[in-house]
């Protein structure tokens, strides 16, 4: 992953647009719990969405990381 983004000549740091597409995903991922009625099975939301978000968040830091780079 690169430093910054470019975007429409504005440099944008990469990991703020990392942690705007992990919270929409998780927005998204939340939806799709609630439709299913999954989030009975937890006791704390607001846990488990902290959670999935650290999750989602390290796993495209992961994906975006140039490759040989040691994290």
């Known amino acids: 992953m690169t430093g910054e983004v470019s975007l429409l000549g504005v440099y944008v740091p990469g990991l703020l647009l990392l942690v705007v597409a992990a919270a929409v995903l ?14 009975r099975i937890f006791a ?18 992961l994906a975006f990381a140039p490759p040989g780079v040691a994290l």
């Open 44 to 61: 704390y939301r607001p846990l488990v969405d902290l959670a999935l978000y650290i999750l989602i968040l390290g796993g495209l830091v």
């Open 26 to 39: 998780v927005a998204l991922v939340s939806r799709l719990f609630a439709l299913t009625g999954l989030y």
